[in-house]
C-alpha cells in the first residue's frame, strides 16, 4: 500500500512509520504545536533517507528567519538532492523550493510552491509556507490569490480544511475583507478551538475595526485550548496587549509583557530568546508604551544584548528596525552603526529579493531611530519619508506596522513638521477603519492638528 500525506498525496519514504511521523510533524506546524522540531527527529529517525522528510527539516529551519540556522538547511538540503532521485515530481519541486529559499531568491520560492499548487491544490505544506511567506514579504494579494485558488479544490472532509479557512481569513483582513474574513476565522476556530491561526486572524479583524472589548473576550474564552503550542502563543497575548493598550491600561500591558509575551523565564523564551516574532512583539510594545509617557525600567536591555549578537543578520527584514529600536533606546550607537553597516553590506552584495527591500526600507527606518535617538528629529523625518509607501514590503501586518507610522509621526511632530504630520495621519486615516482621533497612538496629533 503506497505511503500518503494528510491528503491523500504520495510519499517516497521508506515505511508506514515514516509517513505517520510526516503527517505528524506536518500537522504540528498547521497547529504551532511546540513539540515540532521533536516530530522532525521522530520522522527522519523513521527513515533518514526520506528527500522529504529531509526538506520538511530544512524548511523549518529557514522558517527561524536566522543567519546561523541556514547551515542546517543547507546539511538537510544536501541530504534531500541526494534522496529525491526516486522522489516523486511533486517531492521534487520542494526540494527545489528549499533551494530557491537558502539562496535568498524568495520570489523563485514563492513561483515554486505555486508551481506545485496548480499541480497539486491540496498540497497542504505548499500553500501554508506560501501564505506564511508571502506575508513577510507584504504580499496581501498573493495570499488572497492562492487561499481563493485553493478553495474549489478543499472540502471539510481534508484534515487541513481548518487551516485554510484561517488562512483565508487572515489574507482578507490583511487585504481589509473584514466581512470575509471573520467568519472564515470563526469556522475554523468551532472545528478546533486550538486553531492559534484562526484566533490570532480574527484577533486582527477586531483590532482593525476597535473592538477592543470582544478581543480581549475572545483571546480569554479561547487561551485554555493553547496548551502545547508555540510562540504564536506570546503574539497572541501581545494582541491583548493591544487592546488594554487602546484602553490606557498600562499596568495590564505590563503585565502580560512580564508573564506572557515576553516572559524571560518561560522554556519557549529560554529556548528560542531572539526568536524574531518575541522580538517584534517586545519591541514595539515598548516603543508604543513608551510613547504614551510610561516608564518602562530596563526592560530594554535584553532586548538590545540580544541585537548586539544579530549584526549583518538581514534574514527577516521587519526584526530589522525593532532591533534597532532596541539599541536606539539603550543608546548603544556603536552597535547601531555596526548594525546599519551589516544592512548595508547586505543591500549591496546580494541582488535577490530583500536586497532592495532592506536597502529602501529597513536601512532608511533603522537610520531614522538612531537620528530620532539623538534629538535629530528633522533628520529623522528626512531620512525616512521615502520608505513610508512602501514599507509594507517589509512584511508585517496592518497591526505591527503601526509601530512604524507612530515612529514617523513622532519624528514629524517633535520636528514641528506639520505637512509630515498630517500626511501620515491622511495615510493612517485611508488604511484603518478607526479614525485616528480614536486611537491612542494619533490621537493628540489628530486633535492639535485639527484646530
Known amino acids: 500500500m503506497p505511503h500518503v500525506d494528510l491528503h491523500g498525496l504520495p510519499l517516497t519514504c521508506a515505511s508506514a512509520e515514516a509517513a505517520t511521523a510526516f503527517n505528524a510533524t506536518i500537522t504540528g506546524y498547521l497547529k504551532y504545536r511546540a513539540d515540532t522540531a521533536a516530530r522532525v527527529k521522530d520522522m527522519l529517525d523513521a527513515d533518514p533517507g526520506f528527500a522529504f522528510g529531509q526538506t520538511v527539516k530544512g524548511y523549518f529551519a529557514m522558517l527561524s528567519f536566522k543567519q546561523a540556522n541556514v547551515p542546517m538547511a543547507m546539511d538537510a538540503l544536501a541530504a534531500a538532492q541526494v534522496a529525491s532521485r526516486t522522489a516523486t515530481k511533486r517531492e ?30 491540496t498540497d497542504v505544506l505548499a500553500f501554508r509556507l506560501h501564505h506564511f511567506n508571502a506575508f513577510w514579504l507584504g504580499r496581501a494579494d498573493a495570499m488572497v490569490r492562492e487561499v481563493e485558488k485553493a478553495m474549489p479544490s478543499w472540502s471539510r472532509t481534508l484534515p487541513g480544511w481548518g487551516s485554510l479557512l484561517a488562512c483565508r481569513c487572515f489574507a482578507h483582513e490583511e487585504s481589509g475583507n473584514y466581512a470575509l474574513a471573520e467568519p472564515a476565522g470563526r469556522e475554523a476556530i468551532a472545528i478546533d478551538k486550538g486553531d492559534l491561526w484562526a484566533a490570532h486572524a480574527v484577533a486582527h479583524v477586531m483590532e482593525m475595526q476597535g473592538r477592543h472589548a470582544d478581543g480581549i473576550a475572545w483571546l480569554a474564552d479561547l487561551e485554555p485550548h493553547w496548551n502545547g503550542g508555540n510562540n504564536l502563543m506570546h503574539h497572541l497575548w501581545w494582541h491583548r496587549g493591544l487592546y488594554h493598550l487602546e484602553r490606557r491600561e498600562f499596568d495590564e500591558v505590563l503585565g502580560l509583557y512580564d508573564r506572557r509575551f515576553r516572559n524571560l523565564q518561560s522554556p519557549l523564551t529560554q ?116 520608505a513610508i509607501e512602501g514599507m509594507y514590503r517589509l512584511g508585517g501586518s496592518h497591526a505591527q506596522q503601526d509601530v512604524l507610522e507612530q515612529l514617523f509621526l513622532d519624528c514629524a511632530v517633535a520636528a514641528k513638521s506639520e505637512a509630515d504630520a498630517r500626511r501620515l495621519l491622511a495615510r493612517v486615516k485611508s488604511r484603518h477603519p478607526v479614525a485616528p482621533d480614536q486611537r491612542i497612538g494619533y490621537a493628540e496629533a489628530a486633535r492639535r492638528l485639527a484646530h
Open 271 to 386: 529556548s528560542q530568546p531572539d526568536f524574531y516574532i518575541d522580538v517584534q512583539n517586545a519591541a514595539s510594545m515598548l516603543f508604543r508604551l513608551e510613547r504614551q509617557g510610561v516608564d518602562v525600567g530596563t526592560r530594554w536591555e535584553e532586548v538590545a544584548d540580544k541585537a548586539e549578537t544579530r549584526v549583518g543578520d538581514c534574514l527577516s527584514a521587519f526584526t530589522l528596525p525593532h532591533w534597532m529600536m532596541a539599541l536606539a533606546a539603550t543608546r548603544r550607537f556603536e552597535a547601531a552603526g555596526r548594525m546599519i553597516e551589516g544592512m548595508r553590506t547586505f543591500a549591496a552584495h546580494d541582488e535577490r529579493t530583500l536586497a532592495p527591500v532592506v536597502r529602501d526600507y529597513a536601512l532608511p527606518i533603522s537610520e531614522a531611530l538612531v537620528a530620532r535617538a539623538k534629538g535629530d528629529h528633522a533628520g529623522a523625518c528626512t531620512l525616512m519619508r521615502p
Open 92 to 121: 521534487q519541486a520542494h526540494v527545489a523550493a528549499l533551494g530557491h529559499w537558502i539562496r535568498g531568491d524568495l520570489d523563485r520560492t514563492l513561483a515554486t510552491w505555486e508551481e506545485i499548487l496548480d499541480a497539486y491544490p
